[in-house]
């Protein structure tokens, strides 16, 4: 089986309908990104099959929570550009901006993309927190998500200041995300957000469980919020 076939199987697998132009070019990603990444480390998953499960298909995972009407979707610290470019290759009609605060990285996806005719992207280099505070990206983007990058807590104060209000936050969590709930849900309410749904997702690995945390934006964010990063990470939480 191609490794185009093996990743439509998989999605099949998974709920996923991902047809053979899409897969091909989430397949010539991964290949480009993979022979980057000998140069540039991007990814530690280098073999073919852990990154059509790891990255691929549990970037897709979020898509069916996506409301329908998103145009602008962030990913918030996308690294390898997970989850946004498999996003934007299953979402043609919707502008996905991928951030990382790392501009090395940033510029090997950016390129990749650019090289393979992806074109509803954008890259912002910097951090989130600095972006949550200009009114230029303040509460600017229908949807946010974002995996891998801090706990549940940390990661709303990033998120959820750039998400208009009417819009989602969406973070892709590991099954460990039981232990975050309780200050994560915290923030997420003072933050303006309301948590609307967890759903887990079963992998192709059986015992590979990864947690949806669904939040909308109801209020607008309160303007002290985003900290600057020092506070965020030493201090506690405001109630
Ligand atoms: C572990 S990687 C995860 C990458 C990708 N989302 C994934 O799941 O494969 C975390 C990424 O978040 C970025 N990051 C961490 N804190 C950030 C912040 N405050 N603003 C923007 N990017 C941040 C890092 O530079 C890094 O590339």
Redesign the pocket.
Known sequence: MSNIEKLMDAGKKCGIAIDEEQSRLMILYMEKLLIMNEKINV?RITDVDEFIEK?LIDSLTCLKFIHRDAKSILD?????G?PGVPLAIMMPEAEITM????GK?LKVIENICREIGIKNVEFLHG???EFGKDPAYREGYDCIV?????NLCLLSE?CLPLAKKGGQFIALKGKNYLEEMDDGEKAIKVLGGKITGIESCLLLQRDLVHVIILVDKVKNTPERFPRA?GKIKREPFPG
């Open positions: 990814t990255h918030i610290g996308t690294g390898g997970f951030m990382d605060a790392t990285k951090r989130a927190e974002s995996r891998a990058v801090a990033l990063f």
